[in-house]
């Protein structure tokens, strides 16, 4: 459901449905800037006190219910890397009395739509449905979610399928880049050193005992929140949920994050080859750790971001796209986590130029250690401004949202404040942040492309200590 009309011009006071597009030189300053006004959370609980979100939003006839669990990959145990991901995998692959393809039908005959998803720190079980058949679709979600069958045949299905994941990712210079880069900065013993759905050799070992025992430890009312967006009001949709949900139990205490290593200190600039014969492009990744979603410096590191590479106007995709004509788009990003993500400057370029990109990379990350001038600040503010209400336009962007606001334990007014804390980041704040996490001289440059090629011009620009990796290296040997 739509909802843009609902919210952009509340948000910034210029734009209504089917007005021209803004001004952008004529957005408000920080203290005339309206506050966004979203329908209001209503939060109550089941009687064994799951925690229920619910907004109504009465437009359209349609649910959201996402049941969001706040334990995910970062929470696989040492060795059983993948095994979180693989049990969200398996919960719509049989459970109850139905079967994967009972479960798919059933769905598909209410006209709804039910899928589970798992990422480093939370898991979802989602449900989009017409409100008249929530009644229908809410005891195949409470199965799914509460009464997993976890099949044998299935997991050897999705084991399969994810050994054959990792043989492809082998040979697709993009996929090698993410993981060498992760495992040059994090390394092996620490979970964002690998890739969410584990190793070729945790894959072959994890068993249904496996997925059980995470699903027992981490799939708990306590660890989770129910989350409803849609033409519902909390006296009529609360008895329905308690009647598929409220006797779901808790066993022992509840789940502690798992804590992990710190990962080494950056050192002096070191390069980072693997080499991909042939390959028409080299695959570029700069950076080092970032930091947690957490962090105070939340907003002036989206301003000073989308002015290095979160917009199409930005820094590096002016740079290495529209003067050099080195790749089709480059970008950065903080990968923010409950634990500290990475930050990396990236694209793909073409193989001649590599190494031209790789000082261009360089030139852009000092540049933006410098004040930003204050009509390209300006402009970044106001990109992010009035981008900012496409992040609510459907039951399923607002539902996704509060999942946010679930995992990373923010205000319940983080998105109304939004715009108002955009708008108040000043050049300073945007230096500050620049100069205390942009790092040039101690990044990690990890490149994958055809050594033969970029080995020599690489090594005679002097960017640092280069380093060679195989495949083999970073993904280990090839599943059998």
């Given at each position: ?99 994967a393809l009972d479960i798919a039908d059933a769905i598909d005959f209410l006209g709804a ?368």
């Amino acid at each position: 459901m739509r909802i843009r009309y609902l919210l952009t011009g509340v948000l910034l006071g210029v734009v209504t449905l089917g007005a021209q597009a803004p001004d952008r030189s004529k957005l408000p300053t920080p203290g005339s800037a309206p506050t966004l006004k979203l329908p209001a959370i209503q939060k109550r609980q089941l009687s064994n006190g799951l925690p229920v979100w619910i907004v109504e939003l009465h437009e359209v006839p349609v649910v959201q219910v996402n049941l969001v669990v706040s334990s995910g990959s970062a929470d696989d145990p040492a060795g059983k890397y993948g095994v979180a991901s693989m049990t969200a995998d398996m919960l719509e692959n049989g459970a109850g009395a139905r079967s994967a393809l009972d479960i798919a039908d059933a769905i598909d005959f209410l006209g709804a739509s039910l899928a589970t998803s798992s990422g480093s720190d939370s898991t979802a079980v989602r449900l989009h449905v017409p409100v008249g058949r929530l009644t229908d679709a809410l005891p195949i979600m409470a199965d799914v979610a509460l009464r997993p069958a976890f099949p044998k045949d299935e997991l050897e299905r999705l084991r399969q399928e994810r050994l054959t994941t990792i043989l492809q990712a082998r040979n697709d210079p993009a996929a090698i880049v993410g993981l060498t880069f992760s495992r040059v900065v994090y390394g092996t013993s620490h979970r964002f050193g690998t890739a969410i759905m584990g190793t070729a050799q945790t894959i072959k070992a994890l068993t249904i005992d496996d997925l059980r025992a995470f699903y027992a430890s981490r799939y708990r009312p306590d660890n989770a929140t129910l989350l409803v967006v849609g033409d519902v009001t909390p006296d009529k949709v609360l008895p329905v949920l308690e009647s598929q949900f409220g006797k779901w139990k808790s066993q022992g205490a509840a789940p502690a994050h798992v804590t992990f290593p710190e990962p080494r200190a950056s050192g002096p600039r070191e390069v980072i080859l693997v080499d991909k014969p042939g390959a028409p492009q080299s695959q570029i990744r700069i950076g080092w750790v970032g930091v947690p979603r957490s962090t105070p410096d939340y907003f002036p590191l989206q301003v000073m971001n989308t002015v290095l590479g979160g917009s199409f106007t930005s820094r590096l995709n002016m740079n290495l796209r529209e003067n050099h004509g080195y790749t089709y788009g480059a970008a950065s990003v903080f990968d923010m986590r409950i634990a500290a993500g990475p930050f990396y400057a990236t694209a793909g370029v073409q193989t001649d130029k590599t190494a031209d990109a790789l000082k261009e990379f360089l030139n852009e990350l000092n540049g933006i250690l410098q004040v930003i001038p204050e009509d390209e600040l300006t402009r970044a503010k106001h990109y992010v401004a009035l981008g900012f209400p496409e992040r609510f336009e459907t039951t399923g962007d607002i539902s996704t949202n509060l999942e946010n606001l679930v995992v990373y334990h923010l205000p319940d007014d983080h998105f109304s404040k939004y715009v108002q804390n955009i708008l108040g980041v000043t050049a300073a704040d945007a230096q500050r942040v620049a100069r205390k996490y942009i790092l040039p001289d101690r990044v990690a440059v990890v490149v994958v492309g055809d050594l033969k090629s970029i080995e020599p011009p690489i090594r005679a620009v002097s960017l640092g200590a280069v380093r060679i990796l195989t495949i083999d290296e970073i993904f280990g040997p090839p599943p059998r």
